[in-house]
């Protein structure tokens, strides 16, 4: 089944206490995009990729990192998480010639305390 | 500027009603405007979407409207059903800037029996 896949889909943490969202996709995509959904704001860019080894800052990177080894995976990073990243994150995935057609994983709800 | 503002934040309709949910942009550099349906617990799935050289795109009980002039657009849903309540995010891409798309704030839609 195609899918992109992120884990965990729940997760409370502490203040300063460095967490990694992980994302996957199976449907050998190029584009990998991260988004934060926060009630009133809809969704917002973080980081994206477009393809192994390129990657960018989207609109609110600030306190985040990500990287791309390999096609298929694209980590988030909190190295210090702060209350303010308290959200539900999602992990897209788009083919390179269809990139407005973003495919959402399930989403991760994080809890920073 | 990149934004697209979505209203209503809300909307409640009863069962065999006509949903309508609206979007607003300013920049002209926006080329392909999709609509987004997220169901509690899910991430968001591409709904519909239309380019701006085309005033109406109707894909079963969903139709989008588009007023290039006016920089608006919108979705309207037929005979709404308890089973189209989610919420919807409107969202344009930019057409020079590797496909990123910008989100409207989201609708939570609620079809009544």
């Known amino acids: 089944e195609a899918q992109v896949t992120q884990n965990p889909r729940y997760l409370i943490t502490v203040t300063g206490k460095k967490l990694t969202v992980t994302c996957s996709q199976n449907m050998n995509h190029e584009y990998m995009s991260w988004y934060r959904q926060d009630p009133g704001l809809g969704l917002r860019q973080i980081y994206y990729?477009?393809?192994?080894?390129?990657?960018d800052k989207g609109d609110v990177p600030e306190g985040y990192k990500v990287s791309r080894k390999e096609k298929r995976n694209f980590p988030l990073i909190l190295e210090s998480p702060s209350p303010n990243q308290t959200s539900l994150y999602f992990c897209a995935s788009s083919p390179w010639g269809a990139r407005e057609t973003q495919y959402f994983g399930p989403g991760t709800r994080l809890l920073v305390l | 500027q990149q934004q697209v503002k979505q209203s209503p934040q809300s909307l409640i309709v009863q069962k065999g009603g006509i949903s309508i949910i609206n979007c607003a942009y300013e920049n002209t550099a926006f080329d392909y405007f999709p609509w987004y349906q997220q169901f509690p617990g899910k991430g968001p799935a591409l709904l519909i979407a239309i380019r701006p050289d085309v005033s109406e795109k109707k894909e079963g009980r969903f139709t989008i409207s588009f007023n290039k002039s006016a920089k608006q657009f919108s979705l309207h849903i037929m005979d709404s059903q308890p089973g189209d309540s989610a919420t919807y995010f409107c969202a344009a891409r930019i057409n020079n800037q590797g496909g990123k798309l910008i989100f409207g704030q989201g609708t939570e839609l609620s079809v009544k029996p």
């Open positions: 990729s477009m393809n192994v080894e390129v990657t």
